[in-house]
């Protein structure tokens, strides 16, 4: 959660996208300096998860692997898996898989992805690695 002196924090837009750029941008003009380049997750790490869902194969039966690709499906991106308590990219995995690890099986699973997947299916990430690339 970020402190409510964040600047544009109290904008409010109904592209959840548009309002995170806007908000990172102001952070960057506020901070002044030129290899600040701030990033906010649209969601959490898992969103980039949501990039291959066959690299939960590892992991998880195929009846789950199909359960994780059928959500990956119903969003135009990862990062546009709802963040919300009960929705959460995380949430959604644990309900498939209730003894995910985050921190060990989710490293695992994203090594087996590859960056370059990543930031094919997920914009608001791949713009960020951008800047920083430049």
């Known amino acids: ?27 960057n003009n506020d901070i002044g300096s030129a290899n600040c380049h701030a990033n906010l ?5 898992e969103a980039l998860l949501f990039s291959e869902p066959t690299a939960f194969e590892g992991i998880m039966d195929a009846e789950a692997v199909q359960k994780i690709a059928e959500i990956r499906a119903s969003f135009d991106t990862p990062e546009d ?13 644990l309900q498939i898989k209730p003894d995910y690890r985050k921190v060990k099986q989710g490293i695992d699973i994203a090594e087996k ?12 990430f791949a713009e960020w690695i951008g800047k920083i690339r430049e």
């Open 113 to 124: 992805i590859d960056i370059d997947k990543m930031l094919q299916c997920c914009p608001h």
């Open 81 to 93: 898996i709802s963040s919300a308590p009960e929705t959460a990219p995380s949430r959604r995995i």
């Open 1 to 27: 959660m970020l402190p409510t002196n964040t600047p544009c924090m109290d904008l409010h837009r109904a592209d959840t996208c548009q309002h995170v750029s806007e908000i990172e941008a102001a952070i």
């Open 41 to 45: 997750m649209v969601h959490e790490f």
